[in-house]
T-cell receptor, first 114, second 113 residues
Framework: KNQVEQSPQSLIILEGKNCTLQ??????????LRWYKQDTGRGPVSLTIMTFSENTKSNGRYTATLDADTKQSSLHITASQLSDSASYICVVGDMKTSYDKVIFGPGTSLSVIP | ETGVTQSPTHLIKTRGQQVTLRCSSQ?????VSWYQQALGQGPQFIFQ???????GRGNFPPRFSGLQFPNYSSELNVNALELDDSALYLCASSREGRGNEQFFGPGTRLTVL
């Protein structure tokens, strides 16, 4: 079983609409939770980083929430644009290791259509 | 652009061959992590280098090895290539310590025939 799971696997929305992506994790204890955007064939780019004590973090039209009690996070995208089409990956930092180990989820593939 | 560069961009090899991938870290970063990303999946951690030493390793066999140089650039070497090694290989650089943002390079697309 993956330690970081994401849903939905893929999503298609109309330009201008909002959407919410989900992340569930079992990593414990965890140091932080990050959301990355990855365009096809490119490296991931960081959107937000939250420590276990933070509930929400925004970056422009992207807002991430974190519930450490239920081990759930969401990424809300407002007023979607065609350039938002990408894979969105939830990443959790594992505190059990002596080094900064992070565990990636499988990603949600988002397609924004005109 | 993150300031992390990788070379080559694309590479085609045959089974049994060896390959070396290179990564230059962002200025001020002394930690480099390598990841393997198969098509349609999230990146899988291979190993991490800090101050020229491997300080963490994922579930990859010994034929995956690496180096980090005094300027903090890094190499990933894969021996005895297998078909399943075909993937996007990503490196990420960061400052030392837990929780610091990792900045990713554009990746090297390796195809093993």
């Amino acid at each position: 079983k993956n330690q970081v799971e994401q849903s939905p696997q893929s999503l298609i929305i109309l330009e201008g609409k909002n959407c919410t992506l989900q992340c569930n994790y079992t990593v414990s204890p965890f140091s932080n939770l990050r959301w990355y955007k990855q365009d096809t064939g490119r490296g991931p780019v960081s959107l937000t980083i939250m420590t276990f004590s933070e509930n929400t973090k925004s970056n422009g039209r992207y807002t991430a929430t974190l519930d450490a009690d239920t081990k759930q996070s969401s990424l809300h995208i407002t007023a979607s644009q065609l350039s938002d089409s990408a894979s969105y990956i939830c990443v959790v930092g594992d505190m059990k290791t002596s080094y900064d180990k992070v565990i990636f989820g499988p990603g949600t593939s988002l397609s924004v259509i005109p | 652009e993150t300031g992390v560069t990788q070379s080559p961009t694309h590479l085609i090899k045959t089974r049994g061959q060896q390959v070396t991938l290179r990564c230059s870290s962002q200025s001020g970063h002394n930690t480099v992590s390598w990841y393997q990303q198969a098509l349609g999946q999230g990146p899988q951690f291979i190993f991490q280098y800090y101050r020229e030493e491997e300080n963490g390793r994922g579930n990859f066999p010994p034929r995956f090895s690496g180096l980090q140089f005094p300027n903090y650039s890094s190499e990933l070497n894969v021996n005895a290539l297998e078909l399943d090694d075909s993937a996007l290989y990503l490196c990420a650089s960061s400052r030392e310590g837990r929780g610091n943002e990792q900045f990713f390079g554009p990746g090297t697309r390796l195809t093993v025939l």
